[in-house]
């Protein structure tokens, strides 16, 4: 990264957004310039409080903060501001974390990406090389900012980096090892269309060189025509006994599938890698079971925020009687998940906020669902519900097919507030 410090020297630079990922450059450009002035953009006027006490900072705040990206020579972007309605006449001058991390660090790191799964390969990954004795950093979209970890990196440490669609849209490099498991309609508040959003989640790939490896679902083989890295098919991995692993669903099949491949270039074979997996336990949210309250086994899946995880919940947790459903409405299609509810039955829908709205309209006009339908007003009404409808030793899941943000601050938030209510049934 001395040579990133070289580069900047004499010029200026931007840092737009000063969300988690903001803050840790700041901190990385501040540590490597004591005094440089240094640009912040940010639609919050607010984020001005945590940095107040730095004199050689010029802030540009509220409304138009996104003009001041003309300004400087190098942008460094943070994930979570978009530039869907900004027209940059020099995509180049805009950088990231993800981008000069992968452009100093990009030979040693397994990338992992995908609408939906990717927190647990990453993690799963991370977990096979950590107990096949390799030095493994493992961070990203899982919630550690690069550069927060950039002490912990040596020659021989293996970086596992979960990556966001937000932070691949920029990338001008990729990692040695690109997984990409599935790509679904999401985050259209952040992208203009899907095709931008599939776009960004291609980039983990597009610079790829031949002796890279890509590791991808067969349904995506005609994304990557021309490439030059080897290419492998998770599907076409060897055959899992499901009951040697503690994580559910034929999806996670496929990620452990995913992961396996994706640690044999760091010298861990197959079935050393297979019985890692066997130990791995699933994240919080993520298919989690709660526990048995008030004679009701529940199943905390607020991760799934598209209708495709939560179709792929219901085949994985048997004896669902009672299916919440509903959350922020991003503009998603939920037809495919009423057409499977027309076929699995399940005895009781909950709908919430405005998406369960949506959904709620589509049940009803489908002559063939048979499920009972209930709007609530918010998770905790969706308790008076679940006690009166959902019979005893029956399964009640939150796998909600949208996002949380009508409600909560984020998934983790959901999920929390749904265990919090789950243990305190009668």
């Known amino acids: 990264m001395k040579n990133l410090q070289e580069e900047i020297k004499n010029k200026s630079v931007l840092l737009l957004g000063l969300g988690r990922e903001g803050l840790s450059s700041y901190q990385w450009l501040r540590k490597a310039f004591p005094e440089k002035e240094l640009g912040i953009a940010d639609g919050n006027p607010a984020v001005k409080q945590k940095l107040q006490e730095d004199v050689n900072l010029q802030f540009h705040l509220g409304e138009k903060y996104l003009d001041s990206i003309k300004a400087y020579d190098i942008i460094f972007k943070s994930p979570g501001i978009s ?200 994240l919080p949210h993520r298919l989690e079971y709660v526990g048995k309250y008030g004679g009701i086994h529940f199943y905390n899946d607020s991760i799934s925020t598209i209708p495709e995880s939560t179709v792929a919940a219901l085949n994985a947790v048997d004896g669902v009687d009672t299916l919440i459903l509903g959350g922020f409405d991003r503009g998603l299609d939920f037809s495919k998940l009423v057409d499977y509810l027309a076929i699995h039955t399940v005895s009781n829908l909950i709908f919430t906020g405005p998406a369960g709205k949506k959904m709620i309209v589509l049940f009803k006009s489908n002559p063939e669902i048979k499920s009972a339908l209930f709007e609530v007003a918010s998770l905790g009404d969706a308790f008076k519900i679940i006690a009166k409808v959902t019979s005893k030793e029956g399964v009640c899941l939150l796998s909600p097919a949208a996002a949380s943000y009508d409600e909560f601050h984020n998934f983790e938030h959901r999920g929390d507030a749904f265990k919090r209510l789950a243990r305190q049934m009668p």
């Open 83 to 282: 530039l869907k309605d900004y027209a940059c006449s020099n995509r180049e001058k805009i950088t990231s974390q993800t981008d000069l991390f992968l452009r100093y660090y990009g030979r040693q790191t397994i990338g992992v990406t995908g609408t939906k799964g990717k927190s647990t390969t990453s993690s799963l990954i991370a977990h096979i090389l950590k107990t096949n004795g390799k030095k493994v950093v493992l961070l990203g979209n899982i919630g550690i900012p690069a550069f927060n970890r950039l002490d912990q990196i040596t020659e021989d440490t293996v970086v596992v980096f979960e990556m966001s669609a937000h932070q691949l849209e920029y990338v001008h490099h990729s990692p040695k090892i690109a997984v990409l498991l599935n790509i679904f309609p999401e985050h259209l508040d952040h992208f203009k269309t899907f095709d931008a959003y599939k776009a960004a989640k291609l980039n983990i790939a597009k610079f790829l060189g031949k002796d890279d490896l890509l590791v991808i679902s067969e349904n995506l083989y005609g994304e990557f025509s021309g490439l030059q890295p080897e290419v492998s098919y998770y599907e076409k991995g060897r055959d899992i006994d499901p009951d040697t692993l503690l994580l559910k669903g034929s999806h996670n099949l496929n990620n452990v599938k995913a992961a396996i491949l994706a640690v044999k270039p760091f010298g861990v074979d197959y079935m050393s890698a297979l019985k890692s997996a066997s130990s791995f336990k699933p």
